[in-house]
């Protein structure tokens, strides 16, 4: 029978534990070898009779969201109770305001679950799913599933006041000696993607040209904008975006040893730049104001638009530039 305590350790147990009610916490603590028991958890040793639907832990901080987003609006569409695996909690906890409740790993086990694979955009079908215990996969991020849901989707991934207030002193110390300062979010996805977008997917990453028109229109549109620049790749975007006006600022070590600490700036800015990428696409989301991204960087016979649709992840009030293709025929990219 479920019941509840607020002070005492539950070692591991020999059955399933399922933890109905886990709230977010700022730091998370380890599954194993034991379990804080918080004053709102309660505990079954069975699977719950009304059903479970849960959702693949998979990739990292934007896809985890995706797949946050998309279990809670699915679920709630088919009327039944989502949870999350401890993995999924792990990873956004202590960011947000999270309150889907966990799934031990020891319940999942033994659960008959109907695995059902989701595409990146939302379709009629996905209204109906049958089944109680529905174990959702794939990389879904897409507005299409949950935007309907928009204001309980902010409030999910709304901060930790720590996270908040952090994000928050460093933007206020760009400040300067500026009155009527505009923060810009610039996220410029790298890393993987320069080879993997070329060699697998016949598409390019956002080049120098690409940011330097972004940033044109947001000069162009406010007095006293100021850029914070996010990037797993830092070394390049020195190199490559002007900074002669005063009004860039490089942030974070670029080695995405701290993606939480960045993807809370960009989110607490008033618009955002992004290029390609989930982290960007969320961030952009959370930001709210004007967004502006790296449109058609594929070219048309790539087998990325199977499984992509531009129409589904990007907001149709969100700006796009076109990405320059030319280096792809060169040979050039990246």
């Known amino acids: 029978h479920p019941f509840s305590c607020s002070s005492f350790y539950l070692p ?16 998370l603590p380890s599954i194993l070898p034991s379990i804080p028991i918080l004053p709102s958890i309660h505990l079954s040793i069975y699977p719950s009779p009304q059903g479970m639907w849960t959702v693949n832990s998979a990739g990292r901080l934007g896809n985890q969201m995706g797949e946050y987003a998309t279990l809670y609006a699915l679920a709630k569409m088919n009327r039944r109770q ?8 792990q990873q956004l906890a202590p960011l947000f305001r999270i309150t889907l409740p966990v799934l031990s790993r020891f319940m999942a086990s033994r659960i008959p679950w ?42 999910e991934f709304s901060f930790h006041d720590h996270v908040k207030e952090e994000a928050n002193r460093y933007l206020a110390g760009l400040r300067g000696q500026r009155w009527n300062v505009t923060y810009v979010g610039v ?10 977008m070329t060699k697998k997917w016949k598409g390019v990453v956002a080049d120098k040209a690409y940011l330097e028109k972004a940033m044109g229109y947001f000069r162009a ?6 850029f914070v620049v996010t990037s797993n790749g830092m070394e390049w ?10 009004d860039v600022y490089f942030s974070g070590d670029g080695k995405e040893s701290s993606p939480g600490r960045d993807f809370a700036l960009l989110a607490h800015c008033n618009h955002t730049i992004m290029t390609i990428g989930t982290f ?11 967004t502006v991204y790296l449109a058609n ?7 990325f638009l199977e499984i992509f649709k531009p129409w589904a992840t990007f907001l149709p009030e969100w700006i796009g530039i076109d990405a320059d293709l030319s280096p792809l025929r060169s040979g050039t990219s990246g």
């Not at 996220?187 to 993997?196: A, I, K, L, P, S």
């Open 114 to 155: 109907k695995d059902y694979e989701l595409h990146d955009w939302m379709t009629e079908e996905y209204r109906h799913i049958e089944g109680k215990y529905i174990w959702l996969t794939g990389y879904p991020c897409s507005w299409t599933f949950y935007h309907h849901l928009r204001q309980e989707i902010l409030q």
């Open 221 to 226: 549109k406010y007095q006293e904008p100021v």
């Open 280 to 290: 960007g696409i969320w961030a952009s989301y959370l930001a709210g104001g004007e």
């Open 12 to 27: 591991i147990h020999p059955f399933p534990i399922f933890l109905s009610t886990l709230p977010s916490i700022p730091t």
């Open 187 to 196: 996220h410029v996805r790298r890393g993987d993607y320069v080879r993997v």
């Open 237 to 246: 975007c020195r190199e490559n975006i002007d900074t002669s006006r005063g």
């Open 82 to 89: 989502a949870y999350i695996l401890p993995e999924m909690h």
């Open 297 to 303: 960087y594929t070219l048309p016979d790539s087998h």
